[in-house]
């Protein structure tokens, strides 16, 4: 009977190896997989927030005076309603992984949040105006994020209900 004691304990090292690599690389696959799904899942939640409020409809806006009572209070459920999404879009943000290209899109929704809670405390009767400016640019946030997404994402107010119809 031939010594094949160094040769067996090589296919089996050989094989050893390979198996704990593939193992690895497995293992690897499904965590990246899970990463991007969880990123995906996130903006997709995002995207369905925003899309459901009422505030983000396309409208025609004006200027409106806020001194009638009614007013101020579609402005401030208009600022309650950009407070939450901008909530929203800081826990996308943090459900992205650094340096993921879904984080420009969700960074930049996040400034044109800000820039319009700042521009509805100055010009409280331009506030409609600047809604519509915040929905253009989440618009394009949002484009941005359905392709790396490969998901088509709603436009925000797409899914909110009318007034007349709550009425």
């Known amino acids: 009977m031939p010594n094949t004691f160094w040769p067996d304990l090589l296919v089996v090292l050989i094989a050893t190896t390979l198996g704990a690599l593939l193992t690895v690389w497995i293992a690897f696959g499904t965590y990246r997989y899970e990463l991007r799904t969880r ?20 409208a025609n ?3 409106v ?19 939450y999404a901008r909530e929203a879009i800081i826990d996308a943000s943090r459900a ?21 809670l700042d521009q509805a405390r100055r010009d409280p009767n331009g506030y409609w105006l600047h809604l519509n400016e915040l929905r253009t640019r989440w ?8 392709i790396q997404t490969k998901f088509a994402l709603p436009e925000p107010g797409s899914r909110g209900s009318s007034r007349k119809a709550e009425a």
């Open 61 to 63: 806006p004006v200027r």
């Open 96 to 116: 992205v992984r650094p340096g993921s290209p879904m984080q420009q899109p969700l960074d930049d929704m996040a400034r044109a949040t800000n820039r319009y």
């Open 39 to 58: 990123e995906r899942d996130a903006i997709r939640h995002l995207a369905n927030i925003i899309a459901s409020r009422r505030a983000f409809m396309e």
């Open 139 to 146: 618009i394009d946030s949002l484009a941005s994020l359905s």
């Open 65 to 83: 005076d806020t001194s009638e009572q009614y007013r101020a209070d579609d402005l401030e459920a208009c600022r309650a309603s950009v407070t």
